[in-house]
Structures are given as C-alpha cells and as structure tokens.
C-alpha cells in the first residue's frame, strides 16, 4: 500500500521568498516520486520526479526536491517564489508493483503575494 | 500539437443520463488511465489500460465503463449519471512499464 501527506492545505509566501511545499509518503517497495502542478482550470503538469538515481532532483521553473529515505519525505522547494508560481501542487508516489497507478497527496495551493 | 487531449472540456448534464468523455494521446503510449478530481482537488485513480487490456479497476462503480478501441485512446463511459458524478477527470498516459505519465486538460462534469 502507498500513502502521500502533503503538510498544509495552503502556503502564503511573498514574491522573492524561499517557497517549502512539504510532502511524506508512505511505501512498502521502492518508490518513485513526483510533484506536479495544476494552475487554474488546467491539467497536471509534471514538476519533477525521483526515481531512484541522485536524491536531490532537480526540475522545470527553478523547483527542486530532495528525496530523504529515512524520513520519508520529498519536500519542494524554489528559492525565490515568482508570481507566476501561484497554482495548486501534489505530490504523488507510485510503484511497479502497483502497476505505476499514481497515489496523490491532497494538495498545497500556494498563494504568492506582491 | 496535444500530447494528451480530452473531449469534451465542459459537460453540463441532468442526473439519469448517460454521457461519455473521450480521451486520445499520441505519445506512443502503450498505458493509459482514467483520474477523478473531486470537489476538494482530491486525485484518485479509477482505471488504467495496458495496449486495450484492463489493469487496474479501484473501486468505482459499474455505471463507469471504459472502453479502449486501440492503445491510443481511452473512452470512459458513465451510465445514470448522479450528482456525486460532478467531477473532472483526468486522462494520462505513460509508457509500459514507464513511470511518468502526462496529463489531459480534464473534462469538467455537472450533473445537475
């Protein structure tokens, strides 16, 4: 079985500040891991993801996650939150042995403010 | 071009109607999957499909049938149409065995 929390429904972060989106999962076999994000009435769009090679990954706009097994955790950050970062953002774990099926966390939508 | 798209993008029904959401990809794919998006964002899995063969059936109920006519599309069908139905659901596809899977826009349900 595989379980994702996400930590705060809602993060308020100032443009230009450090932006924590906090994610633990739960997994009996290796997982792999992602975050993604869903700007108003769109679809999910792929962040990035662990599968297993370097823990600390790095994906698209500036957002990088660490993949930290013994707290089974895989918080994102951004350095510097930008405008255009306001959208709702999920965590999701899968697994071959579960057929790859993504489980999602509920989400953080995140609120930027001038 | 659309990696993954969906039709329609709205649907407007009355409850006890059937409708049906079309889901077409042109990635290569061979695996595809039906998500719902409840009220409060929630994402949860309904169905996947590996080259036309069903692998994955949560626990949704039988009024939701998906249909893959090829390894390229994934139809999902929904009969008697009830107001916990109000939804989006997302189609995805990934390649076997692969682990990302890319994201339609979502189909917008209300059943009024």
């Known amino acids: 079985a595989q379980s994702v929390t996400q930590l705060g429904s809602h993060v308020s972060v100032s443009e230009g500040a450090l932006v924590l989106l906090r994610c633990n999962y739960s997994s009996s076999v290796p997982p792999y891991l992602f975050w993604y994000v869903q700007y108003p009435n769109q679809g999910l769009q792929l962040l990035l993801k662990?599968?297993?090679?370097?823990?600390l990954v790095k994906g698209i706009n500036g957002f990088e996650a660490e993949f930290k097994k013994s707290e089974t955790s895989f918080h994102l950050t951004k350095p510097s939150a930008h405008m255009s970062d306001a959208a709702e953002y999920f965590c999701?774990?899968?697994?071959?042995?579960?057929?790859?099926?993504?489980?999602f966390g509920g989400g953080t939508r995140v609120l930027v403010k001038p | 071009d659309t990696a993954v798209s969906q039709t329609p993008k709205y649907l407007v029904t009355q409850m006890g109607n059937d409708k049906s959401i079309k889901c077409e990809q042109n990635?290569?794919?061979?695996?595809m999957y039906w998500y719902k998006q409840d009220s409060k964002k929630f994402l949860k899995i309904m169905f996947s499909y590996n080259n036309k063969e069903l692998i994955i059936n949560e626990t949704v109920p039988n009024r939701f049938s998906p249909k893959s006519p090829d390894k390229a599309h994934l139809n999902l069908h929904i009969n008697s149409l009830e107001l916990g139905d109000s939804a989006v659901y997302f189609c995805a596809s990934s390649r076997y065995g692969g682990e990302t899977q890319y994201f339609g826009p979502g189909t917008r349900l209300l059943v009024l």
């Open positions: 999701a774990v899968s697994a071959k042995a579960a057929g790859n099926k993504l489980t």
């Open positions: 990635l290569g794919h061979d695996t």
């Open positions: 662990y599968t297993s090679a370097a823990t």
